[in-house]
């Protein structure tokens, strides 16, 4: 199932990463009174009332004059207006109604999207709700007072924003083909290894503005089984700004990682492993997928006995943080070792639906423990009752526990390790979950 995506554009310090951490319920972006100081984290899950959906602040805007804040507005809007299936349209009350929003007000009501017009630092609905009735002149509907600073209002805005949402678009239908995402940056040939797979341009690399909400599936029968994979290449488009740029390529990523079973992430192997290649995987980790890390034209680089081994290395150190997944060496260009990918891809699936028997798992526990004690806190010691699988996909376990405080990751990480010693759970991240039982008296 695809989580619907709604997207926050607006003015430089409108408040939109205010409210971007009000709705995530964290600090995720950074907020100062400098404009243009919203970094890196610029997506999050967000749930109301039993509806999830995928929240993107746009950020990015850095003045110099009212012109570049128009053309850099207007870059927003459109990276919102391709990628989003509602928008949320910030305006200050304060500054009141300004040029600039007028213009982008026109771009998002050609657009067909629906658009949520938002207006902020309503401390007062009392006082100020004459304001606020300014921007029934922008012409995109009725304005929703808020204030997210003080968190005034938010429920409303939600449910308006939700009320947009086709639900019947987001239950994809019932679909048992496992689907593969490909993703990397820009040009590391994610397009290349679709079309030598399916062995025809199909998948069209243009740099055509307004492509569709959803990344390019293509179907692919391999050995009598049926795959689909989803492509986030053919996404980019001629950006002036090259940070906007990658947020654009992220989002795309997330949606695309979002739908996918595995999820396949193309290194270049002539540029090696990047910060954005890290981004990228964190993202298929975090939200719990299976990993293939594909060093990509691996035929252009100079190679001798070690090199293989080398590459391995470097690579398992950027991504510390995903030791499971399965890395292969292949070529778009020439098709090597691509049949490969196929097997992979099948054996992280069956690692990630695996099961593990209760019975065998408390085994293990009782045999983790004996070898290595739990870590202790002012004298108490962690004690481990019971291990039992809740959930596959990724495999999830929970682990009771006499006291959850006394937990630490770096036990956690030497239970995993002793399952992985077991069962391999090859390419799949696992899932630990403490919860607590009191000792009977």
Excluded: C
């Amino acid at each position: 199932m695809s989580k619907p995506i709604v997207a926050i554009v607006g003015r430089p310090n409108v408040g939109k990463s205010t409210l971007f951490n009000a709705l995530a319920g964290e600090n995720i972006s950074i907020v100062k009174d400098t404009p243009g100081v919203t970094r890196d984290r610029i997506y999050a899950d967000v749930e109301w009332l039993n509806m999830t959906f995928t929240l993107i602040d746009t950020g990015g805007i850095e003045p110099d004059t009212s012109d570049v804040i128009l053309a850099q507005m207007r870059e927003q809007a459109q990276i919102a207006i391709d990628t989003a299936d509602v928008i949320i349209f910030m305006t200050d009350v304060r500054q009141g109604l300004v040029d600039s929003d007028s213009k982008v007000a026109d771009m998002l009501r050609r657009s067909g999207k629906p658009v949520v017009l938002v207006v902020n630092k309503v401390d007062s609905f009392v006082k100020m709700m004459a304001d606020v009735y300014e921007f029934y002149n922008l012409g995109i509907g009725d304005p929703v007072p808020v204030s997210a600073n003080a968190k005034l209002g938010i429920g409303d805005m939600l449910d308006i924003v939700t009320e947009h949402f086709n639900q019947e678009e987001f239950e994809e239908e019932e679909d048992d083909r496992p689907k593969i995402a490909i993703v990397g940056k820009p040009n590391v040939g994610k397009s290349s290894i679709i079309n030598k797979l399916i062995g025809e341009q199909r998948v069209i690399v243009s740099d055509i503005a307004g492509t569709t909400r959803d990344a390019i599936d293509t179907d692919i029968v391999w050995d009598g089984k049926e795959y689909v994979f989803i492509d986030t290449a053919g996404l980019r488009r001629k950006s002036k700004i090259k940070e906007e740029l990658e947020r654009y390529s992220i989002i795309r990523t997330v949606t695309a990682v979002d739908r996918a079973d595995v999820v396949v992430v193309v290194i270049d192997a002539t540029e090696g492993v990047t910060e954005q290649d890290a981004k990228i995987a964190g993202i298929a980790h975090e939200r719990g997928k299976g990993i293939i890390v594909a060093v990509n034209k691996w035929d252009a680089v100079e190679k001798d006995d070690k090199a293989i081994y080398r590459y391995t290395e470097k690579i398992r150190m950027t991504l510390s943080f995903i030791p499971y997944a399965e890395i292969m060496f292949i070529s778009a260009e020439t098709g090597k070792r691509l049949p490969k990918l196929f097997e992979k891809i099948d054996m992280v699936l069956a690692n990630q639906a695996m099961r593990v028997q209760t019975g065998v798992l408390n085994e293990i526990l009782t045999e983790a423990v004996a070898l290595q004690q739990p870590p202790s806190d002012k004298g108490k010691r962690l004690k481990l009752y019971y291990i039992t699988q809740v959930s596959v996909k990724p495999p999830t376990f929970v682990i009771f526990v006499n006291d959850k405080q006394l937990t630490h990751f770096s036990y956690t990480r030497y239970l995993e390790n002793k399952l992985r010693d077991t069962f391999g759970f090859q390419g799949t991240p696992l899932r630990f979950i403490y919860r607590e039982r009191k000792e009977k008296e």
